[in-house]
RNA sequence: GGAGAGAUGCCCGAGAGGCCGAAGGGGACGGUUUGCUAAACCGUUGUACCAAUACGGUACCGAGGGUUCGAAUCCCUCUCUCUCCGCCA
């Protein structure tokens, strides 16, 4: 959620923001202001009435302590709390209205993001290394999984549906190898502090991160507990400081770890239907950081060189995009995509997305934090990116390391941790 | 899943219809005293919203409803925590 001040104070930059989102109709701005008028109108109102309610009461309270005779003022009271009870009522709902539209707006931009209408306009910001010579042609990591038996779809059809798959032997204990290298290296090298939490969640959590109320197709939820199944390991990182307060001594806090994801792919029917990038369920380690609002930029670019490093140690080749306006999701200020080079699919295929979400996450999650002792909290920054997704990561490691009879080498950084 | 107990401010803990945003203690912060430390004493110490002229108003004692002129306090529902039993990796 963003500052509501800005509805009041700056709706004009608001409005700028939606149509460098290419979003201009997605959200009724000026009944958003309206609703936010007459909110405040009504507050008042109610204020004052209790006020009456809270003094007379009192009044009451003295005049029968004193044997005095209040059924005066009894009576004058009489019509007064339906009259709170309706304006509570009233009130209730503006809020309601004003909250759901809050929540649906997406973050303000940072002015260096492109302006752009679609991925196309994405911007290449650097690349790492080179794309792998080979004198066959690669295969697809789906057909070169399945001739050598480590990737099963036909499996994952019949145990789950389309998009689930099952792992043997190498592909399994790569994907585990992947998994280990990426939280030791970040743990060890890049300071974040290893953590698990669970992997179904409340609605609070969901709405907190920005995945609810407005993308609920996106996801699983168990309606008999009232639970979802995260879509990313983002969800419960970055909640588990929801309506807390943190000393400033304690930030920046850097935390990772690693899940299983689970998302219905709702919108996408018909892309990226064989193998491993698009699936309902993969493992990803998450990188999530909460730092002091003057430094979220830079831990932005430190965040980006994290997840970059896994890459680089794999010698992968890839890219780095700064995501244009259109392609930049509601809840992120500003987004880096780290693209990687798969020479059986011939293309680039995202594997992390590092994101700087200012104080967009903490508003909905009440996420503060005290400068000083005697000072007021306030909400403090959040980012996060994939560090990486170890489905798409494990695709890459084999296009990249297969050999010209069917095999796969094993890169050297993940040797240690195969058995 | 069954039975019972509980949920109050940073922490502990009182409060049982009005004078309670909430006693008391601890902690933290500021001050006095002090060669330093310690001790003692005094003071301060929640969050959000409305209005912004204010030493202004409102809400919040797990959450949501209800009773009442008035609810932390009474009633109902829910959630969570703890103990015992059952089940279980």
Redesign the pocket.
């Known amino acids: 959620m963003i500052d509501?001040r800005l509805v009041?104070d700056d709706l004009e930059g608001v409005r700028a923001m939606l149509k460098k989102r290419n979003m201009e109709s997605a959200v009724d701005l000026d009944g958003l202001r309206r609703i936010?008028?007459e909110?405040?109108?009504v507050?008042?109102k109610?204020?004052?009435l209790?006020?009456?309610?809270?003094?007379?009461?009192?009044?009451?309270?003295?005049l029968?302590?004193g044997g005095g005779d209040?059924s005066a003022?009894?009576a004058e009271?009489?019509g007064?709390?339906d009259g709170?009870?309706e304006l509570?009522a009233e009130v209730?709902r503006l809020d309601a209205d004003f909250n759901e539209l809050m929540l649906s707006l997406p973050n303000m931009l940072s002015d260096t993001v492109p302006e752009g209408r679609d991925e196309s306009d994405n911007l290449e910001i650097r690349t790492w290394g080179e794309k792998p010579v080979f004198d066959f042609k690669p295969k697809p990591h789906y057909d070169l999984g399945t001739e050598l038996g480590i990737l099963d779809f036909e499996r994952g059809v019949k145990l789950s549906g389309a998009r689930f798959y099952v792992y043997r032997d190498l592909a399994a204990k790569l994907e585990r190898a992947i998994i280990n290298f990426m939280l030791d290296l970040h743990t060890t090298e890049h300071g974040y502090s290893e953590t698990f939490a669970p992997f179904v969640v409340n609605d609070d959590s969901m709405i907190g991160t920005g995945q609810y109320p407005k993308f609920r197709d996106e996801y699983y939820r168990i309606e008999r507990d009232g639970l979802s199944l995260i879509p990313t390991a983002e969800v419960p990182l970055t909640n588990l400081y929801r309506d807390e307060?943190l000393d400033r001594e304690r930030l920046p806090v850097y935390v990772t770890m690693q899940s299983a994801c689970f998302r219905r792919e709702a919108g996408s029917a018909g892309r990226d239907t064989r193998g491993l990038i698009r699936v309902h369920q993969f493992q990803k380690v998450e990188l999530v950081k909460f730092v002091e609002p003057e430094t979220s930029f830079d831990e932005l670019e430190k965040l980006t060189a994290n997840a970059e490093e896994v890459l680089k140690r794999l010698k992968l080749h890839y890219r780095v995009m700064l995501l244009c306006s259109a392609d930049t999701s509601a809840a992120s200020t500003k987004t880096y995509d780290l693209e990687v080079w798969m020479p059986g699919l011939d293309r680039y295929v995202e594997i992390s997305s590092c994101s700087n979400f200012l104080d967009y996450q903490a508003r909905r999650a009440?996420i503060?934090y005290?400068r000083a002792?005697?000072?007021?909290?306030?909400f403090l920054h959040t980012l996060n990116g994939s560090g990486l997704a170890a489905g798409r990561t494990l695709a890459a490691v084999m296009e990249n390391y297969q050999t010209s009879d069917g095999r796969i080498e094993v890169p050297e950084v993940l040797k240690p941790y195969i058995k």
């Open positions: 509501p009041r936010d008028e909110r405040r109108a507050i008042a109610t204020d004052d209790r006020e009456k309610r809270n003094r007379v009461s009192k009044e009451i309270g003295k029968k302590s209040a003022l009894m009271m009489s007064v709390n709170i009870k509570e209730e307060i009440r503060r005290r002792k005697g000072e007021k909290p306030a």
